[in-house]
């Protein structure tokens, strides 16, 4: 069975959750998809701790496809990228995320109990 490349499963406008990493269990749209010396790289941006003009940089390999943006969505993020409309974005498939810093993906910290 031929294996997918992650360029045909992963795209510009692709919403990913990062599964490694410290920015484990966050979402971002990915803005570019690069081979770079034999791995593949995504640009991801979240609109607030990454934003647009300085996406992370991560391999394809750390990231998990939730969902993708409409082609209108996708056709704006391109003409007039913003960070607040990332935001937006991102908003439709984690809420929680860009309000408080936290996240509906998250899980609980581990831990037995108060100090």
Do not use: C, W
């Not at 795209?11 to 990493?21: D, I, L, Q, W, Y």
């Not at 300085?54 to 939730?66: A, E, F, Q, T």
């Not at 990332?86 to 810093?101: E, F, R, S, V």
């Amino acid at each position: 069975m031929k294996e997918k490349s992650a360029n045909e499963v992963l795209r510009a406008g692709s919403v990913v959750v990062s599964t490694a990493g410290r920015d484990r269990r966050r979402v971002f749209i990915v803005t570019d998809v690069t081979e770079e010396a034999g791995r593949i790289m995504a640009a991801v941006s979240d609109g607030s701790l990454r934003k647009i003009a300085k996406g992370k940089r991560k391999n394809v390999r750390h990231l998990r496809v939730i969902g993708a943006v409409t082609e209108n969505e996708l056709a704006k993020l391109i003409d007039e990228p913003s960070d607040g409309f990332i935001k937006k974005l991102i908003g439709k498939y984690d809420p929680l995320q860009n309000a408080a810093g936290s996240s509906l993906i998250s899980r609980p910290e581990r831990g037995g109990g108060e100090n």
